[in-house]
């Protein structure tokens, strides 16, 4: 449960060029309140992890986009 979030941080930190300081404001924002809503909530971690991979998969296309093909 704690590769998404280190993952996400280092995104974070990488992406910090191509986000800029509004890009990662957001991104942590977003994160940040889908982690009081999910212990708000009462839900299981494991719905937290998946959404903050999702996030993670988000960060990579913004981050790495050139560098990877779709087909």
């Known amino acids: 449960m ?3 979030f280190l993952v996400f941080w ?3 930190f990488l992406g910090y060029e191509d986000l800029g300081m509004k890009g990662v404001g957001i991104a942590v924002l977003v994160w940040s309140v889908l982690l009081v809503a ?3 909530s009462g839900l299981s971690p494991y719905y937290f ?3 903050q991979s999702a996030i993670d998969i988000v960060l ?3 981050v790495f986009g050139g ?3 779709l087909r």
């Open 38 to 40: 999910c212990v708000g």
């Open 67 to 69: 560098d990877i093909t």
């Open 2 to 4: 704690l590769i998404p």
């Open 49 to 51: 992890v998946a959404i």
């Open 60 to 62: 990579v296309l913004i």
């Open 10 to 12: 280092v995104l974070i």
